[in-house]
């Protein structure tokens, strides 16, 4: 079955950091672009980072650049999200995806959601 698992949210303070995992299962990892996203009450969804299938290639959403990595580590069917330097709008709930072949700014373009991960940046 395609899942996708998210872990490692948690409640931090501002300037802290975070990685989230997001283990894959039931399908070829190694064939999809993993992107993350993220939704905090009452906005909507925003693609935050997404990576190639091989890892070669990244993408960032400017207000994460510089502070956020993405990793993957296709052996393990796992892909990462380091998060540092951590601000209060970087609150909500993370969520991965995959989508076949190539990343997409589109959420729409993306399948088998995780259940989220709770991240909450607060002194």
């Avoid at 510089?66 to 990462?80: C, K, L, M, P, Q």
């Avoid at 951590?86 to 729409?108: H, M, N």
Wanted: contains cysteine; glycine residues 12%.
């Amino acid at each position: 079955q395609f899942q996708l698992v998210e872990s490692g949210g948690g409640l931090v303070q501002p300037g802290g950091a975070l990685k989230l995992s997001c283990a894959a299962s039931g399908f070829t990892v190694n064939h999809h672009a993993i992107g993350w996203f993220r939704q905090a009450p009452g906005k909507e969804r925003e693609g935050v980072s997404c990576i190639s299938r091989s890892g070669d290639t990244t993408y960032f959403v400017d207000s994460v650049k510089g502070r956020f990595t993405i990793s993957r580590d296709n052996a393990e069917h796992s892909v990462y999200l380091q998060m540092n330097s951590l601000k209060p709008e970087d609150s909500g709930t993370y969520y991965c995806a995959a989508r076949p072949w190539f990343c997409s700014g589109s959420s729409s373009d993306f399948r088998a959601w995780g259940q989220g991960t709770q991240v909450t940046v607060s002194s």
